[in-house]
């Protein structure tokens, strides 16, 4: 069984900070795909990340895609109270099987 | 339809009760995912299709779990004899592709609570 850790579990932060989420394996993913999930509502994919190595930029978002393929980082500039909500990574297998982390829950302050 | 429907949103069974939880994807979308996640957690694999084909069910928790899809496009998750621990919100997810690494369009789910 492929395994994904997320940290923190909990993020509680103000308006206007930064904040990097992790995600780590010790199995080697196709892909590595970031969604965000508000309350009462089913996950929304951010992006998707294949190559070792890859960053991707999202307005505030940046995403990393570890050399190796083994891990991944989510780090948001100026955090806006919008941002809130639970933050998933999930580990893609050749035939679509998605293995999720536990989660980040962000929480942002006015 | 414009994206993946899920019905009902929410549904409050008896213990010992059955339930069907049905899910509409995105016509056209090849793949099909159960997944159920417990409050503040990351999703909970079930089963998998392609098409009308079950490929995967590795993850339903035990026998009382039934999926099926049987035209290759809405699926119905079935809970027979539902027991307290089965309550959790129920998430399906289609995707267009037969591989995983292009990323899955998911319903609202349904919250199921049992009582």
């Known amino acids: 069984t492929q395994l994904l850790e997320q940290s923190p579990q909990f993020l509680s932060i103000q308006e206007g900070e930064n904040l990097t989420v992790y995600c780590n394996s010790s199995s080697v993913f196709s892909s590595l795909q970031w969604y965000r999930q508000e309350p009462g509502e089913g996950p929304v994919l951010l992006v998707t990340?294949?190559?070792?190595?890859e960053v991707k930029k999202l307005k505030r978002l940046t995403f990393q895609f570890g050399d190796a393929r083994k891990d991944s980082s989510l780090h948001i500039t100026a955090a806006q109270t919008g941002d809130t909500g639970l933050y998933l990574c999930?580990?893609?297998?050749?035939?679509?099987?998605?293995?999720f982390g536990q989660g980040t829950i962000l929480t942002v302050h006015p | 339809g414009a994206g993946v429907s899920q019905s009902p949103r929410y549904k409050v069974a008896k213990r010992g009760q059955d339930v069907a939880l049905r899910c509409d994807p995105i016509?056209?979308?090849?793949?099909l995912f159960w997944y159920q996640q417990a409050l503040g957690q990351g999703p909970e694999f079930l089963t998998y299709?392609?098409?009308?084909?079950?490929?995967?069910k590795s993850g339903l928790p035990s026998d009382r779990f039934f999926a099926e899809r049987p035209e290759g496009s809405v699926s119905t998750l079935k809970i027979q004899r539902t027991q307290q621990e089965d309550s959790a919100v129920y998430l399906c997810?289609?995707?267009?592709?037969?591989?995983?690494?292009?990323?899955?369009?998911f319903g609202s789910g349904t919250r199921l609570t049992v009582v």
């Open positions: 990340v294949v190559t070792g190595g």
């Open positions: 016509s056209g979308h090849v793949s």
């Open positions: 999930t580990g893609g297998t050749s035939y679509g099987k998605l293995t």
């Open positions: 997810a289609s995707s267009s592709r037969g591989q995983g690494n292009y990323g899955y369009t």
């Open positions: 299709f392609q098409n009308e084909a079950q490929l995967d």
